[in-house]
């Protein structure tokens, strides 16, 4: 079996999940749970309303923390897309039904007007 690139993995998981634009997520308002998976001191920074802070690298580690429920819709997001493509793809491995990519992803959302928000409010 030959070894997969970036580009490959990330043609796979794109093919796994569906991407939610801005504007949608807005609509969906509390329907959502939001998970921001860039690392700790990028969401203490600034981050979207209501988001979850929960990087990558714990995905498979912590998600029971966040929600069990199969069914529950989850939006991710990263910077620009690419990890937050690749959790949404492991948490379809996982098992979770109804899994979002943020189409631009943080830089996407702040360059649309949408509010952010910091850790200290």
Known sequence: ???????????????????????ELTDAGDSVILLDVRDEPDYEEEHLPNAVSLPRGYIELDIDEVTTDENTHIVTYCGGGTRATLSAHTLKNMGFKNVSVLTGGFRGWKAAGHPTETEDG
Do not use: F
């Open 1 to 23: 079996m030959a070894l997969k690139t970036l580009q490959e993995l990330l043609a796979e998981a794109k093919a796994n999940v569906g991407q939610i634009s801005p504007e």
